[in-house]
């Protein structure tokens, strides 16, 4: 079965700065995506970045990257030059290509961005 | 360009009560799903739909029923409210159920029973 794990509950960057929240996950499938999300304390779910598994390079949106390491099994996501409205919940998700491909997710990081 | 659209926004239930939330979307999407959000737990996935007249369970099915006789909605029952359904609710689409489709989520709906 396919499991997110986000061990960081919380965590605290100095605006400007980069941050980089962790996930890992675990699947058999050799065709999968990754995601991330945004959940602002609005409570809506923003989209903000895709990795595939077969993808060679790393994804980029903007501020955002995303770290793939596959033999590790991480896809960090990487917020560069953090601006206020960057404080929010994060959550990396997971669907395989095969079998049960819903989209499971982590538990997600609070991400609070200091002036 | 209103994408996914959920209703109501907030709802107090007494235990043992039923209600239906509604989701709509205009994307034309054939996917749509319903998960449910708990502090410390991400995301779980309710029930899903893979296209109009058609359900199947997610992980956390129990309690919770679902119709989908239109394309562009699909429909969250609870026959009996229990406290332990107190969460809060989106909606979401996708074009396919392909490993790179993202999800388009509703706002959510935030449910409390007491």
């Known amino acids: 079965a396919q499991k997110i794990t986000q061990t960081q509950p919380g965590m605290f960057v100095q605006e400007k700065e980069a941050v980089t929240l962790d996930c890992t996950y675990d699947?058999?499938?050799?065709?999968?995506?990754l995601f991330w999300y945004k959940q602002p304390s609005s409570g809506e779910m923003i989209f903000l970045i895709y990795q595939g598994s077969y993808d060679q390079q790393n994804a980029t949106e903007g501020r955002y990257s995303l770290n793939f390491q596959k033999a590790r099994k991480s896809a960090n996501l990487v917020i560069s030059a953090s601006q206020l409205g960057d404080s929010a919940m994060y959550f990396c998700a997971m669907r395989e290509g095969g079998g049960n491909n819903d989209m499971r997710f982590g538990a997600g990081t609070r991400l609070t961005v200091k002036p | 360009n209103a994408g996914v659209t959920q209703t109501p926004k907030f709802r107090v239930l007494k235990t043992g009560q039923s209600m239906t939330l509604l989701c709509a979307q205009d994307?034309?999407?054939?996917?749509m799903y319903w998960y449910r959000q708990d502090p410390g737990m991400g995301l779980r996935l309710i029930h899903y739909s893979v296209g109009e007249g058609t359900t199947a369970k997610g992980e956390v099915p129990d309690g919770y029923n679902v119709s989908r006789l239109k394309k562009q909605n699909f429909l969250l029952g609870l026959e009996s409210a229990a406290p332990s359904q107190t969460s809060v609710y989106f909606c979401?689409?996708?074009?396919?159920?392909?490993?790179?489709?993202?999800?388009?989520f509703g706002n959510g709906t935030r449910l409390t029973v007491t």
């Open positions: 994307m034309n999407h054939e996917y």
């Open positions: 979401a689409s996708s074009t396919d159920r392909n490993y790179n489709s993202p999800l388009h």
């Open positions: 699947t058999s499938d050799p065709s999968y995506g």
